[in-house]
Nanobody, 124 residues
Framework: QVQPVESGGGLVQAGDSLRLSCAAS????????MGWFRQAPAKEREFVAA????????YYARAVKGRFTISRDNAKSTVNLQMNNLKPEDTAVYYC?????????????????WGQGTQVTVSS
């Protein structure tokens, strides 16, 4: 099995940048897509970004497209999320997940393994 572990969250000002990292420990993630989801207080968990196994295909939620960049390093079993021009509405707990089925990357049911999350807080 795979156990994702997120890191890199923190408290920043609007317009600042953060880089989140997810290490998929406990096994290989070969042939599996990886993604990021987030959940703000009193809100449903929402899709943020995803990347295919090869790293050549990426997907972004409309709210973050153009500001966030997802990438992966299969040799290190790591996926990163570069977040630029952060906004207060980006404040949430960010979760890394590993896909175990083919389908829409934005669909949470495609992901079996989830990390515990890392807090991102953006002040205005």
């Amino acid at each position: 099995q795979v156990q994702p572990v997120e890191s890199g969250g923190g408290l920043v000002q609007a317009g600042d940048s953060l880089r989140l990292s997810c290490a998929a420990s406990g096994g290989t993630v070969a042939n599996l897509g990886m993604g990021w989801f987030r959940q703000a207080p009193a809100k449903e968990r929402e899709f943020v970004a995803a990347v295919s196994y090869t790293g050549t295909s990426t997907y972004y939620a409309r709210a973050v497209k153009g500001r966030f960049t997802i990438s992966r390093d299969n040799a290190k079993s790591t996926v990163n999320l570069q977040m630029n021009n952060l906004k207060p509405e980006d404040t949430a707990v960010y979760y890394c997940a590993v896909a175990t089925a083919r389908g829409a990357y934005s669909d949470s049911v495609m992901y079996q393994y989830w990390g515990q999350g890392t807090q991102v807080t953006v002040s205005s």
